[in-house]
Every structure is written in structure tokens, then in C-alpha cells.
């Protein structure tokens, strides 16, 4: 019988990531399953409040590694607190969050405890005593269901999957593992704000806006207006606190000089760029050409807007779509928020 662990990092104000906690939702699931227990497995700079957190959640017990050379993301402690935990659990099923301080040890932790690892997990299933997951392949276009004989199976959960759990926090006892952090010749220097001094990328917001490059080419005056463009955007951005997305047409012309400051080949979004997974997704100047909306699989509530009735939104791929000018749809937007 598979036994379970949840693996995570704890943030710097000693809680418990979103994504985390969507895990932990996951080994609730998977531990009912399968008629087992699970256990939880905590690392950073102090555990004991993410493990309060997790007091009613059912786990059989909560390791912890601890101390100041676990606070910051650097591989070395990370994947020997890691292994410490899963050694230390006995668990032949290692599940964590999709983030990017657990991605970066992931490999190397299933190659030190002799298992075998997969990424980009959206479902888990059990059958009696087998365990299968679902998982994305090439840059989430295409699925798979596979199952493996491997132990430990280090599993790595994209987030957004799962409900976040929300149990009772109380005084929960955390179990200490010894782990000596080896030398690491990597050091925090600092903090260096994005580009632009805005903040764009915000996968927790609940909604996508995304600008097409219908925005930096000619208006109905005959004159491009990028000026315009970059303040109503960066206006909706700061009001809304959505998260900005761009065609790939879009982030193309940002090595011209022909678009807003803020967007990079970072907030693209289709086949070669994000699939994010807001609630909500407001595509402005795009086409919806079948390359870009790729990216948009996983938003639940899709609207755009464009000036052609016929574009690629209106084919069934936008729940919504309005025929107006987005410079007069965002000014308006802008003026109600």
C-alpha cells in the first residue's frame, strides 16, 4: 500500500503557498482513495506556523526542516531538506506543488531517493492499490494518463486544479528532521523590481487582460497611438490588478520599440508562450488566431473585443465577444473602476 507525502516549501512569512495548499487538497483526495494516511513535509526558515495551518487537515504527522540556511531558494539546501523529508516519511508518493523552488530539485531529489518523477500532474486516480495520473506533454498541447511500478514517485501538481484547503488552523506538533545544509556557493544579493517599475505577471488574479498588437498600429486617424495605449493598459492594470497577457504578435514588437514598456516575451500567452489559469480572461485587439487562444484552454469565462465581427473570437471560442474600439472600451473601463 503507497503511502503519501506532501512536500512543500514554506514562504517567507512561514506560511503555506496557495499552490501548496491545493496539494495538500490533493492528498486528502488520493489518501480516501486509496484507504490510507498522509503526511506532510515542511522546509524554510520556520515551519511551525504553515504546520498550525494544517492542524485539522487529518495529516498522520508534519516533518519540518529548519533553520536559516533553508529561508531563500537556492538548489543545494533545497534538495537535501527535501530528501531528508521524504526518507525520514518512508512515503512511496511524493506530492508538490507546481512552484518554481520545488520544479528546480525535483529531478534531482527522485534521482537521489532512486525513483522516478513527472511534472505538469492535473489529475490523480486510484483503482484499488494502483495510482494514475493525468499530465500535459509539449508545452500543455497534448494529455496523458500513466501510471508507474517506480518508487519513491515524486509528483510535481500544476496549480489551479485543486481547491485550496481552508481547514481550522490550531497548535499542531511538527516533528524536527535533522538535515545539515551543505555548502552552497550561491548567495541572495537582492531584490531588482521588473522593468518598467510595473509589476505585470500576477498568476493569482482573477482576471487575464490581454492586449493584442491591433493596440500599437494605426487608428481610425490614420496614426498609431502607443502613448495612449500604454497609459489605458497600465491604468487598468493598476486599478484592476488583473495580470497582463500578450499575442505573440504583440510581445514580437517589443525588440522595436513598438510597444508598451511593460510587456515583454514574459507575458505571452499560446502555443509558445503561458497557458494561465485565471477565472476570467478579456482579450483586447486580438484576432483570436488558433495559436494564441491555445493559450487561453484553462480560462474559465473568455470575452474579447475587436472591431471585426468575423475574427477568430467569434467563431466559438469567446463566451463573449463586443464589436467596439478597445481604446474606448478600456477608457470607459477605467472611468467605472
Not at 513527472?118 to 500535459?136: I, N, P, Y
Not at 551543505?182 to 537582492?190: E, F
Request: charged share 20%; net charge positive; with cysteine.
Amino acid at each position: 500500500m503507497d503511502s503519501i507525502l506532501v512536500l512543500s516549501p514554506v514562504e517567507g512569512d512561514g506560511s503555506l503557498s496557495k499552490p501548496a495548499r491545493e496539494a495538500v487538497t490533493a492528498a486528502i483526495n488520493l489518501s480516501k482513495s486509496l484507504g490510507t494516511k498522509f503526511s506532510v513535509g515542511l522546509w524554510g526558515a520556520e515551519v511551525k506556523k504553515a504546520a498550525d495551518s494544517l492542524a485539522s487537515s487529518g495529516a498522520e504527522k508534519i516533518l519540518g526542516v529548519a533553520g536559516a540556511a533553508f529561508a531563500e531558494a537556492r538548489f543545494a539546501p533545497d534538495a537535501a531538506a527535501a530528501a531528508a523529508l521524504v526518507k525520514q516519511s518512508g512515503a512511496t508518493l511524493v506530492l508538490a506543488p507546481s512552484v518554481a523552488r520545488v520544479a528546480r530539485v525535483a529531478g534531482a531529489l527522485a534521482q537521489r531517493l532512486g525513483g522516478a518523477v513527472d511534472t505538469h500532474v492535473t489529475e490523480l486516480t486510484a483503482e484499488g492499490d494502483k495510482v494514475s495520473l493525468t499530465r500535459w506533454f509539449y508545452r500543455q498541447r497534448l494529455t496523458g494518463v500513466l501510471s508507474r511500478a517506480a518508487r519513491p514517485w515524486v509528483l510535481t501538481l500544476d496549480p489551479g486544479i485543486w481547491a485550496p484547503y481552508a481547514g481550522a488552523s490550531g497548535s499542531a506538533s511538527v516533528e524536527a528532521v535533522a538535515c545539515g545544509a551543505p555548502a552552497s556557493k550561491t548567495k541572495l544579493a537582492g531584490l531588482r523590481a521588473p522593468s518598467g517599475g510595473t509589476q505585470t505577471i500576477r498568476p493569482d488574479a482573477d482576471l487575464l487582460f490581454v492586449a493584442g498588437a491591433g493596440w500599437c498600429k494605426k487608428q481610425a486617424d490614420g496614426s498609431p497611438h502607443v502613448g495612449e495605449a500604454e497609459k489605458l493598459i497600465g491604468g487598468f492594470l493598476a486599478k484592476s490588478q488583473a495580470s497582463l497577457g500578450g499575442s505573440k504578435s504583440m510581445v514580437d514588437q517589443s525588440g522595436e520599440g513598438q510597444t508598451i514598456s511593460f510587456m515583454s516575451h514574459m507575458n505571452q500567452i499560446g502555443q509558445t508562450g503561458a497557458t494561465p489559469r485565471h477565472p476570467k480572461g478579456l482579450a483586447t485587439c486580438c484576432h483570436g488566431e488558433e495559436p494564441h487562444v491555445v493559450g487561453w484552454r484553462f480560462v474559465t469565462e473568455r470575452r474579447a473585443v475587436n472591431l471585426n465581427a468575423s475574427c477568430g473570437w467569434a467563431q466559438g471560442k469567446a463566451d463573449v465577444l463586443y464589436v467596439a474600439d478597445a481604446f474606448k472600451v478600456v477608457e470607459e473601463l477605467n472611468k467605472l473602476i
